[in-house]
Nanobody, 128 residues
């Protein structure tokens, strides 16, 4: 599966953005998806993931309650809705896919180790 992330940009602190990850190629619904980010001088971190079921997503504590990940199997698209953005959210955001093998699973992973496919990043800059 090939992934393309988009939707990044410049936003003021407290504002919102929606990132989109569009997948093509292999069966979209057999993959779990995750969003990662890498800020300046920081390591890449997994921030949100969603299994093939589309339910019970997982979030890292830094974004819990502010970000929402969702997927639309009909559109081969994964979204990351980001609200109440803060300066520390500034980063390059990446989407990634990990083959789950079956539909209906809640499992997903915030670790980069098991991800099978990566998209190019999209830059989010949050200004004060």
């Amino acid at each position: 599966v090939q992934l393309q992330a988009s939707g990044g940009g410049l936003v003021q602190a407290g504002g919102s953005l929606r990132l989109t990850c569009t997948a093509s190629g292999d069966a979209f619904y057999y993959f779990s998806y995750a969003w990662f980010r890498q800020g300046p001088g920081k390591e890449r971190e997994g921030i949100a993931c969603i299994g093939t079921s589309g339910r019970n997503p997982s979030y890292t504590d830094a974004v819990k309650g502010r970000f929402t990940i969702s997927r639309d199997n009909a559109k081969n698209t994964v979204y990351l809705e980001m609200n109440s953005l803060q300066n520390e959210d500034s980063a390059v955001y990446y989407c990634a896919a990990e083959r789950a093998g079956y539909r209906g699973s809640h499992l997903c992973f915030l670790s980069s180790d098991g991800q099978d496919h990566w998209g190019k990043g999209t830059l989010v800059t949050v200004s004060s």
